[in-house]
């Protein structure tokens, strides 16, 4: 069982993997970064080279966008996983038309299952406008669903707005 998880949500660009890197640091346990983006043109590209440069050297990094027990299936309890992001991965089953359900059910399972400290970050959706077409609102649906599943099996949960976390639940 994972030793602790904490989710850190929050909007676009709210400073979230910033504050998850700096809080797996703290931890002093060997950092692994799950990347679960895909690229795809050179805008993606420039994004994945600045979190790169802003977490900076001292991380395993492991790039899987789909499977969870992959990705997190070689930790050991000296480490700190941080997957960055649940979104991401999110976005990688929806356009591939996976079972999202089944597949949180095995990301859950395998953070669950995990003997390292987890923490993933996520984007809180939910609190724009309801987009004005299908596949839209079916991703913000179930980036909810993600989001809410997350949390209840998390030990901390944190949200972070403009650079500032407050503690949902738990404790940081």
């Known amino acids: 069982m994972a030793s602790k998880v904490t989710i850190i949500l929050g909007g676009a660009a709210s400073g979230k993997s910033a504050f998850a890197e700096q809080a797996c640091v703290k931890t002093g346990k ?12 050179s805008e993606m590209q420039e994004k994945v080279a600045r979190h790169v440069d802003q977490r900076g050297a001292g991380w395993t990094t492991i790039e899987e966008p789909y499977e969870a027990k992959t990705a997190l299936g070689a930790a050991q309890p000296h480490d700190v996983v941080l997957m960055d992001c649940a979104t991401m991965w999110l976005t990688n089953h929806l356009l591939a038309e996976n079972d999202l359900e089944k597949e949180t059910r095995v990301l859950l399972e395998a953070i669950k299952d995990c003997p390292a400290e987890v923490v993933v970050v996520t984007n809180e959706t939910g609190l724009g406008i309801v987009p004005e077409n ?19 099996a998390a030990d901390t949960v944190v949200l972070v707005a403009a650079g500032l976390p407050m503690t949902l639940k738990g404790t940081t």
Do not use: H, K
């Open 134 to 152: 299908a596949l839209a609102r079916r991703f913000r649906e179930a980036q909810g669903r993600l989001n809410i599943a997350l949390a209840a």
């Open 30 to 41: 060997s950092r692994v970064y799950w990347a679960t983006s895909q690229i795809f043109d």
